[in-house]
């Protein structure tokens, strides 16, 4: 009897130590997160006065941002397939940009937009092409590849990132099992990412 009470004392014991094993990693940040970030309210702001026109225009334009934490260094990056599909976005966006103001630009003339397309000598296709091409649309990928490593220490609400040329910055940061919050200064602007764990 003593013996098998012995063994169930050393069964419960492993067990609770499992369970401790598994609660210190749901609690560690280290690992790589990602966050869906829209850019569709940040565009709409931009636009300023044109909002009115072109502000319903943007949406669904997002990123997925990868925050990779190693014991002591974090790496921020994007998705390269949130790229693809952010330029894909864009490119439709800049279409239906493009149609608007031609229309806009047949109303003020009292031209169909027909008529002005005749007036300028372009089809809508070759006038598109060359509107696109002046956007760039891949150059302005290319600035949303990133990738950049910083040192980093924990506390207790706040994540003290040091970059390479020493610059120190604060993030706050909830971590909750799986999700993790943080509050990254961008530019001067608070940005919330509502990360998952992956």
Not at 54 to 79: M, N
Not at 124 to 133: D, K, M, N, V, W
Not at 165 to 188: C, I, P, Q, S
């Amino acid at each position: 009897m003593k013996k098998r009470s012995l063994v169930l004392v050393l069964v419960l014991a492993m067990l609770m130590s499992l369970c401790a094993c598994a609660g210190k990693e749901s609690k560690s940040i280290v690992g790589t997160w990602k966050a869906h970030f829209d850019f569709s309210e940040m565009m709409q702001e931009s636009m300023g006065a044109e909002a009115d026109t072109y502000g319903d225009i943007f949406k669904d334009l997002s990123l997925v941002f990868c925050f990779e934490f190693t014991k002591d260094e974090v790496t921020i990056s994007v998705d390269d397939a949130s790229i693809d599909a952010f330029k894909d976005e864009m490119e439709n966006i800049m279409v239906k940009i493009f149609d608007i103001s031609m229309e806009e630009m047949a109303k003020s003339a009292d031209m169909t937009v027909d008529e002005v397309y005749a007036s300028i000598g372009y089809t809508r296709e070759e006038y598109l092409e060359t509107f696109l091409a002046e956007m760039d649309i891949d150059e302005l990928a290319e600035d949303l590849v990133i990738e950049e490593t910083s040192k980093y220490e924990l506390g207790k609400d706040v994540i003290k990132v040091t970059d390479e040329d020493d610059f120190t910055e604060e993030w706050a940061y909830k971590l909750d099992g799986d999700n993790l919050t943080l509050t990254v200064d961008m530019d001067g602007e608070e940005t919330v990412f509502n990360c998952k764990r992956q």
